[in-house]
């Protein structure tokens, strides 16, 4: 039988049920362990403003910053950082260069005197292909390793290293991320736990070669990339190909290889959007596990870049005047609106919501059950429980979203329904009630 009118404790066991599941819902997703996710490439997931520790961790990737120092912490020693990151199945990070997308992870040191850090020793990305793109990092688990110089000058009993990094992390959709690490090392420990590790990345880390008679031609919108001295056991194998310079070759294009007896070479397009005219390329080629790198110099003029875009000559001379003029930027001389027009405008927003399609039919029967409720007092007393029911709600709810961002959270209302389980249990939850007003069953009597 279809929900009817009269039937108040059927509406408010319903109010009840849609008020207690969203908040539930909206709490869940507010929680500190909550992370929000959008739209590809438009969400900042950033981690919590906490104290900081060698783990962090989102629901895409775990993040620990390790150490190695093999003959201890002493002057004239090198000691070995990293940041291991340890990705959910199809998530991936970015290599130096990251292709036709994406961003390579920064890792910003802060270390004490005596101590200088080297650049991330890169080990070898795989190309992943994105739609019609190309990109190169990393999937599963990946270690960036960093060596650090202990100078002569030091004497410290204890190393404190503080890391702050920041990655993007991209399935189909991108999140840029960030964490603040931190690590004791004592001065005479050699932090073995972590030298497996760390020799298992220097063994995927491309090993240099000679130039030789190695180079790179520029023909036309192509390259051609001559490598020699390449090991034998490479002779005659398809290899991958990864350069370390950004905006210059199309990385989802197709391309040729060959070899020329002990010389490999390539035919690589380039960028319709090239930004970088090198002169000298570093070059990475990798057969399985085995990898080099060759930088090798460019011979022959590029083609010329395309122009970047510039102001217009009226509009450029017409921020000079402006600049020359010494004009004071405009003040905002208005003051600001009192407490009670600021009420009012509030009050006036939430009667223009409620005559929305998707407020104002359940309005109405609610107002429907309240004027057949025949007792004077029990429909005053019901109007009031409803009204501060609602009131008392949101003021709760304001007041924990006050506190997860006053604890750091980044976060803003409407967030709950970028969580998949928010929007699953909100799915539930309306069909329920949209069978429940079709007649197929009834809550009360």
């Not at 051609?224 to 090991?231: I, R």
């Not at 002169?279 to 057969?287: E, N």
């Not at 007792?375 to 007041?399: D, K």
Request: glycine share 10%.
């Amino acid at each position: 039988m279809p929900l009817r009118a009269p039937h108040t404790l059927s509406m408010n066991v319903l109010s009840t049920l849609f008020r207690s599941l969203a908040a539930l819902a909206f709490v869940a997703a507010l929680s500190p362990g909550a992370h929000a996710q959008g739209p590809s490439n438009s969400v900042l997931a950033l981690g919590s403003r906490t104290a900081a520790k060698p783990v962090v961790t989102t629901d895409q990737v775990r993040a620990e910053l390790l150490a190695w120092a093999p003959d201890g912490v002493a002057p004239g020693k090198q000691v070995w950082l990293g940041l291991q990151l340890d990705h959910q199945p199809e998530w991936h990070t970015y290599w130096k260069n990251s292709g036709d997308s994406g961003l390579p992870t920064v890792l910003e040191w802060q270390l004490p005197a005596g101590l200088d850090a080297g650049e991330i020793a890169w080990p070898t990305p795989k190309k992943i292909p994105i739609g019609t793109l190309a990109n190169y990092g990393y999937e599963n688990t990946v270690l960036l390793p960093v060596p650090v110089t202990v100078a002569q000058t030091f004497k410290g009993s204890q190393l404190d290293i503080k890391l702050k990094a920041s990655w993007l992390i991209c399935r189909k959709e991108c999140i840029p991320q960030e964490g603040e690490f931190s690590l004791s090392i004592p001065a005479k420990s050699s932090t073995g736990t972590s030298g497996k590790i760390f020799q298992d990345t220097f063994a995927a880390t491309p090993r240099a070669l000679p130039t030789g008679n190695s180079q790179v031609t520029v023909e036309g919108q192509a390259i051609k990339v001559a490598l020699s001295g390449l090991p034998p056991v490479l002779q005659g194998k398809t290899l991958e190909f990864f350069p370390e310079t950004g905006g210059v070759i199309e990385p989802a294009g197709k391309w040729q290889q060959s070899w020329q007896g002990a010389v490999w070479t390539a035919q690589v397009p380039l960028s319709g959007q090239r930004s970088e005219s090198p002169t000298a390329m570093p070059l990475v080629v990798a057969l399985n596990d085995a990898a080099y790198r060759i930088e090798a110099p460019v011979k022959n003029e590029w083609p010329k870049v395309a122009a970047a875009a510039t102001l217009s000559p009226a509009l450029e001379a017409a921020l000079k005047a402006n600049a020359s003029s010494g004009a004071a930027p405009l003040q905002n001389n208005s003051s600001p609106i009192g407490l009670v027009a600021a009420l009012l405008g509030a009050l006036l927003g939430g009667l223009i919501l409620n005559l929305m399609p998707c407020v104002f039919p359940v309005l109405a029967i609610k107002v429907v059950g309240f004027v057949n409720e025949k007792n004077q007092s029990a429909r005053v007393s019901g109007g009031i429980a409803y009204t501060a029911g609602v009131v008392v709600s949101f003021l709760a709810l304001g007041a924990l979203l006050l506190g997860l961002r006053a604890a750091g959270e980044q976060l803003g209302w409407g967030f709950q329904l970028q969580s998949p389980a928010v929007v699953a249990a909100l799915a539930v939850l309306f069909t329920l009630m949209g069978l429940n007003m079709a007649g197929l069953f009834e809550f009360g009597s």
